[in-house]
């Protein structure tokens, strides 16, 4: 029987961030430090795994996070603007937070704001 494990991009779309943030993380709070994240069940050729059943485990994880606390604060004035512009265009908050994240991925060259800004604009044309 295959046994299933959640990766780096699994966790990231569970919580609703980008697997960079969920890599950022695991190098910023590494075993040993004052908020480790949750070590993985399993790794293979490197990549870690958690089990389904730790998703709450991490979320507890993330709520405790020093500064901003659960849930991020306010979104910057980019993101409410790029929320409101997809709202506009047809998309739902998770569809367009889901678009932001693969954007972001996909173009590490570039702030969130910067592309905020270029998703607007491109809509407008």
Same mark, same amino acid.
């Given at each position: 029987?295959?046994?299933r494990?959640?990766?780096?991009?699994?966790?990231?779309?569970?919580?609703? #961030?980008?697997? +960079?943030? #969920? +890599?950022?993380?695991?190098?910023?709070?590494?075993a040993?430090?004052?908020?480790?994240?949750?070590?993985?069940? #399993?790794?293979?050729?490197?990549?870690p795994?958690?089990?389904?059943?730790?998703?709450?485990?991490?979320?507890?994880?993330? !709520?405790?996070?020093?500064?901003?606390?659960?849930?991020?604060?306010?979104?910057?004035?980019?993101?409410?603007?790029y929320?409101?512009?997809?709202?506009?265009?047809?998309?739902?908050?998770?569809?367009?937070?889901r678009?932001?994240?693969?954007?972001? !991925?996909?173009?590490?060259?570039?702030?969130?704001? !910067?592309i905020?800004?270029?998703?607007? !604009?491109?809509?407008?044309?």
């Amino acid at each position: 029987m295959t046994e299933r494990f959640l990766g780096v991009l699994g966790i990231g779309e569970a919580l609703g #961030v980008s697997r +960079h943030a #969920v +890599h950022k993380w695991r190098a910023r709070y590494p075993a040993g430090s004052a908020h480790p994240f949750p070590d993985p069940d #399993v790794e293979i050729d490197g990549a870690p795994g958690w089990r389904p059943d730790r998703l709450d485990e991490i979320v507890r994880w993330r !709520e405790g996070l020093p500064g901003r606390g659960a849930g991020g604060g306010r979104p910057s004035a980019a993101r409410q603007d790029y929320l409101k512009a997809a709202v506009e265009r047809g998309l739902d908050r998770d569809e367009a937070l889901r678009a932001l994240a693969t954007f972001t !991925e996909e173009f590490p060259e570039m702030t969130e704001p !910067e592309i905020c800004a270029w998703l607007i !604009e491109s809509w407008r044309r």
